[in-house]
C-alpha cells in the first residue's frame, strides 16, 4: 500500500476500514497525520523535546490500545485528549516523585494540582461543547468564548434573537448536566 494513495481518505474512513480487516497500516496512517499535533501538545505541556518524543510514542501505543476496545467518531479530538491526559499524567507522577519536605515545594504541588484541575475542567468542556448540537455549539462558542453580543451572533449566523438566546440557554444546560456526569463517572 502506498502512502500517497491514502491522503484521500478521510479519518473516519480510515477507522472503518481498520476495523473491517485490523490492517495496522490504516491505523499508521491515520496516526503518522496527527504525529507533529500530539508532539506539539506534550511540548507545551513537557517543555522538553526527548521527553515530548518519547511521549508521542506513548500515546501511539495508547491509541492503538484504545482503538481495539472503544469505538471513535472523531479521531484528532480524540488523539488531542488522550496527549493532554498522559502528560498531565506525567507531570503530577513527576511532581509526586519529589519530596514534600519543602514548604515551598509543598505550595508548588498545590498549584501544579489548582493547574492540573482547571485543565482537567477545560478538557471536559471543550468534550462538552464537542456533543452539543450545532446551533447550540455555534452560539456558546461565539457567546462566551469569542465574547459576542446577542446581535453580533444573530449577524454572525443568521439565526434570530429568539433562537441565539434559546440556543445558549439550552446549549449551557446540557454543558452543565455534560460536567455533572462526568465528574460522577
Given at each position: 500500500?502506498?502512502?500517497?494513495?491514502?491522503?484521500?481518505?478521510s479519518d473516519?474512513?480510515?477507522?472503518?476500514?481498520?476495523?473491517a480487516?485490523q490492517?495496522k497500516e490504516?491505523?499508521g496512517?491515520l496516526?503518522?497525520?496527527y504525529t507533529?499535533?500530539?508532539?506539539g501538545?506534550s511540548?507545551?505541556?513537557?517543555?522538553n523535546e526527548?521527553?515530548?518524543?518519547?511521549?508521542?510514542?506513548q500515546?501511539?501505543l495508547?491509541a492503538?490500545?484504545?482503538l481495539?476496545?472503544?469505538?471513535?467518531?472523531?479521531?484528532?479530538s480524540?488523539?488531542?485528549?488522550i496527549?493532554?491526559n498522559h502528560?498531565?499524567?506525567k507531570l503530577?507522577n513527576q511532581?509526586i516523585?519529589?519530596?514534600?519536605?519543602?514548604?515551598y515545594?509543598?505550595?508548588e504541588?498545590?498549584?501544579t494540582?489548582?493547574?492540573?484541575?482547571k485543565?482537567i475542567?477545560?478538557?471536559?468542556?471543550e468534550?462538552g461543547?464537542?456533543?452539543l448540537?450545532y446551533?447550540?455549539?455555534?452560539?456558546?462558542?461565539?457567546?462566551?468564548?469569542?465574547?459576542?453580543s446577542y446581535q453580533?451572533i444573530?449577524e454572525?449566523?443568521?439565526?434570530s434573537l429568539?433562537?441565539?438566546?434559546?440556543?445558549i440557554?439550552?446549549?449551557k444546560?446540557?454543558?452543565k448536566i455534560?460536567m455533572?456526569k462526568?465528574?460522577t463517572?
Open positions: 500500500m502506498n502512502n500517497t494513495s491514502l491522503h484521500h481518505i473516519q474512513e480510515l477507522l472503518k476500514r481498520y476495523h480487516d490492517n490504516w491505523l496512517e496516526l503518522q497525520r507533529l499535533l500530539l508532539f501538545v511540548m507545551k505541556y513537557l517543555k526527548e521527553e515530548a518524543k518519547d511521549a508521542v510514542q500515546i501511539f495508547k492503538l490500545n484504545e481495539e476496545k472503544y469505538p471513535v467518531s472523531y479521531p484528532k480524540w488523539l488531542y485528549k496527549a493532554c502528560c498531565l499524567m503530577r511532581r516523585n519529589v519530596s514534600l519536605n519543602d514548604e515545594i509543598a505550595e504541588a498545590t498549584a494540582d489548582t493547574y492540573l484541575q485543565e475542567t477545560y478538557q471536559m468542556l468534550a461543547i464537542a456533543e448540537n446551533e447550540q455549539k455555534t452560539c456558546v462558542t461565539l457567546f462566551y468564548l469569542q465574547k459576542k453580533e444573530t454572525t449566523t443568521g439565526f429568539l433562537q441565539v438566546k434559546s440556543n440557554q439550552n446549549g444546560r446540557n454543558l455534560f455533572e462526568k465528574q463517572s
